[in-house]
C-alpha cells in the first residue's frame, strides 16, 4: 500500500512538473530544463511527448536520476546525450555484442552521434569495453530490466568519453 502511494504521489509530482517544464520552456517560469519531462530516460524514450517522459522517468527511479542530470548537468538533457541514449535504448542487444567484439556498426553509429575523434574511438571503445563487461559479468545483471541495462550502457559510455576527451 505504501509503494502504491509512493508512486501515485509521483506519478502526480510528475505531472504537474511536466505542465511547468512546458511554461518553464515558453519562457514564462524558470530557465532551466524540466528534470522529469526533458530530461532521463523518458526524455530519451518519449523525445516529443513531455507527459510520456515525466510518467517514464517517474516508474524508473522516481525520477531521482532526471532530476540529477538536470541538476548536476542540464546540457545533458538535450542534444547528443538524448539522442545517444534514445539510440542505446534502441539497438542495446547490437550494442553489448559490438562491445564486446571491439567494433561494429552499433558502435560506429555511436560513436559518430557522441562526436567521437577518429583518434579517440579505440580508446573509448577499450573504456567501454570494459564498462560493459563489468556489468555483464556483475551477478545482478540478470535481473535488471532492458531499461537498466541501457541505462548502465549509457553511464559507461559518458565515463568512457569523458575520460578520453
Excluded at 6 to 28: H, K, M
Excluded at 130 to 143: H, K, P, R
Amino acid at each position: 500500500m505504501k509503494t502504491k502511494m509512493v508512486l501515485i504521489s509521483g506519478l502526480t509530482a510528475a505531472l504537474s512538473l511536466a505542465s511547468a517544464g512546458a511554461l518553464a520552456q515558453n519562457g514564462e517560469v524558470g530557465t532551466g530544463p524540466n528534470p522529469f519531462s526533458d530530461c532521463g530516460i523518458g526524455a530519451a524514450v518519449f523525445p516529443t511527448n513531455g507527459v510520456a517522459a515525466a510518467l517514464s522517468n517517474v516508474i524508473w527511479d522516481v525520477g531521482t536520476t532526471a532530476v540529477t542530470s538536470a541538476t548536476a548537468s542540464p546540457e545533458t538533457c538535450s542534444g547528443k546525450n538524448v539522442q545517444a541514449a534514445a539510440f542505446i535504448m534502441e539497438s542495446y542487444d547490437n550494442l553489448i555484442e559490438e562491445s564486446a567484439q571491439g567494433n561494429g556498426e552499433n558502435l560506429a553509429t555511436l560513436m559518430s552521434i557522441m562526436d567521437v575523434s577518429e583518434e579517440q574511438r579505440e580508446a573509448v571503445t577499450l573504456s567501454l569495453r570494459q564498462e560493459a563487461a563489468d556489468v555483464v559479468g556483475s551477478e545482478e545483471y540478470l535481473t535488471l530490466s532492458s531499461q537498466q541495462k541501457a541505462e548502465a550502457f549509457y553511464n559507461g559510455l559518458m565515463k568512457a568519453v569523458s575520460q578520453t576527451g
